[in-house]
């Protein structure tokens, strides 16, 4: 984004616009702290804004400032296309092709309105009017921000957009401990505690609300935890029985993979989520150096993500996922003991 964008962009914005926010499918704390501090921030410039989300999301975001006004594709699918077709601007947020947005891809791909792109993946598609796109930042909420500065607003900062950016940051840097976290992150972060984000708060809200339930979920992935010495990698199952017994909701597999990384030596963690409703397995995959799982999974698992932390699904049963997986780890072995 050069400085004649936001030239545009500010131009643009300039008289009220009708204007949606989109994140991607099964959105995460950066998607929807990114697309509630936007939403806060344009709110303020008296734009007429809504927040659409493809799908549900876990309850541990659902107490985030403007939760209440998200309204959700699938289920509200009506009016949601309404707000689409009349819109002069879209923002698309954390993701970087339609696909993401599962069933808004059509949609999104038929729309008139000029879309922005701001988004830290690898590998943007092409769609957007104006593409911020980023894969050093740590997260979208860090990019908003980012946004906001070049926009020359950041006094308009408030505690519902600090609150909102923090979310994003703090989860997309695993508590600012990911190497994307750089000290411009830290100095962002101070910016938002300053303008009223309540740190402390935040992290509980976030992390501080599991059941027990979600625990024994815990309990049972770790005890399903597989290590591959010669590989330095480790992967972990969960079957849709293992989560029905412990009662699973949505969010609750949440940060579980980088159990498997925490292991001393290993650099490659995955998990495999059996979902019989989707008729697929949800992979997640996580590195550590420069060992690229954004790669592996474009090539293997019909994913993408980051070089360090990225997602993918198989249309195999459980069982011949892992050993898909087991057999291409050989494949890769030089890479991985390299690290
Ligand atoms: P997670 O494992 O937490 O679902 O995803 C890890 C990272 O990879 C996130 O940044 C997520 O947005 C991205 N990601 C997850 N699934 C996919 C996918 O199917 N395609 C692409 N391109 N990125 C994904
Ligand atoms: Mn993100």
């Known amino acids: 984004m050069n400085k004649q964008d936001i030239a545009s962009i500010k131009q643009l914005l300039s008289n009220k616009k009708k204007i949606v926010i989109v994140p991607h499918k099964n959105p995460d704390g950066d998607a929807i702290g990114s697309t509630l501090g936007l939403f806060h921030y344009l709110i303020k410039g008296n734009h007429e804004v809504s927040v659409i989300t493809p799908n549900d999301y876990p309850k541990f975001l659902k107490w985030i400032p403007g939760n209440e006004t998200i309204l959700k594709y699938d289920t509200q699918t009506d009016v949601c296309k309404a707000l689409i077709e009349k819109a002069d601007i879209i923002f698309t947020l954390d993701f970087n092709a339609f696909h993401r947005t599962g069933n808004m891809e059509t949609v999104l ?15 943007p598609d092409n769609y957007a009017k104006y593409t911020f796109s980023d894969i050093t930042m740590s997260s979208t909420c860090e990019m908003v921000y980012h946004f906001i500065d070049m ?12 609150t909102c950016l923090y979310v994003g940051i703090m989860t997309d840097t695993g ?38 339930e979600r625990l024994q979920l815990l309990g049972c992935a770790l005890s399903n935890l597989r290590i591959i010495p010669e590989s330095r990698a480790a992967y972990i199952t969960l079957t849709q029985d293992e989560l029905q017994k412990y009662d699973y909701k949505k969010g609750d597999t949440e ?74 780890l050989p494949t890769y072995n030089k890479a991985l003991n390299n690290e």
């Open 109 to 123: 791909e038929s729309s008139n309105a000029i879309k922005i792109m701001i988004d830290h993946h690898q590998a």
């Open 151 to 162: 926009l020359g607003n950041t006094k308009m900062i408030d505690s519902d957009i600090a």
């Open 175 to 212: 508590s600012f401990r990911f190497r994307s976290t750089t000290s411009k992150t830290h100095t962002i972060v101070s910016k938002l505690i300053e303008h009223g984000a309540n740190n402390n708060e935040i992290h509980n809200n976030i992390y501080d609300t599991n059941s027990y």
């Open 255 to 328: 940060g579980v993979v980088n159990y498997g990384l925490s292991l001393n030596g290993v650099v490659l963690a995955a998990i495999f989520i059996e979902d019989r409703n989707e008729g697929i397995i949800k992979i997640s995959l996580r590195s550590k150096g420069n060992f690229s799982v954004n790669e592996m999974s474009r090539a293997h698992f019909e994913g993408g993500g980051h070089t360090n932390a990225a997602g993918g699904k198989s249309h195999l049963s459980l069982e011949k996922t892992v050993e898909k997986f087991i057999s291409i």
